[in-house]
């Protein structure tokens, strides 16, 4: 089209996703409601991690890596609503930028590159190795 090539998506819109989740029969049972509540949620997550745009040509940069609102940035709204949610306390910035992108990373585990990630990796390749021993 218009000299692009063809692009096939299998994405689910936020519309298709709470309409599958209005269209499923009610039901009595609240364990089952609160179960397909969660599902729908997870789907919308996930919907919103595949809608990040990422290159694997190049890492993300160490100002990137270090910065905690640059990783927040990095992560969905609505997974740091989620995640907002669950954690308790004044500064949960740390945690939920770290367990935000390794949610992401698990979510999209060949496309993605996670700036937190990849900054601990390069970090502790270059730490002495007696930091990683088990005391006896």
């Known amino acids: 089209m218009d000299g692009?090539?063809?692009?096939?998506?299998?994405q689910r819109t936020t519309w298709s996703i709470l309409h599958s989740f209005y269209s499923t029969p009610e039901t009595t049972d609240e364990e089952t409601q609160k179960d397909n509540i969660i599902r729908a949620a997870a789907e919308l997550i996930k919907s919103d991690i595949k809608k990040?745009?990422?290159?694997?040509?190049?890492y993300?940069?160490?100002d990137s890596t270090f910065s905690i609102t640059a990783n927040l940035d990095f992560v969905p709204k609505s997974l740091q609503t989620f995640l907002g949610e669950i954690f308790s306390g004044k500064d949960t910035d740390?945690?939920?930028a770290s367990i935000g992108q390794a949610i992401m990373q698990a979510a999209r585990p060949r496309i993605l590159i996670a700036p937190l990630q990849i900054g601990l990796a390069s970090w502790s390749s270059d730490a002495p190795l007696f930091w990683f021993q088990v005391p006896d």
């Open 4 to 10: 692009k090539a063809n692009v096939v998506t299998f």
């Open 60 to 62: 993300p940069s160490p």
């Open 52 to 58: 990040i745009n990422t290159s694997r040509k190049e």
């Open 94 to 96: 740390v945690k939920d």
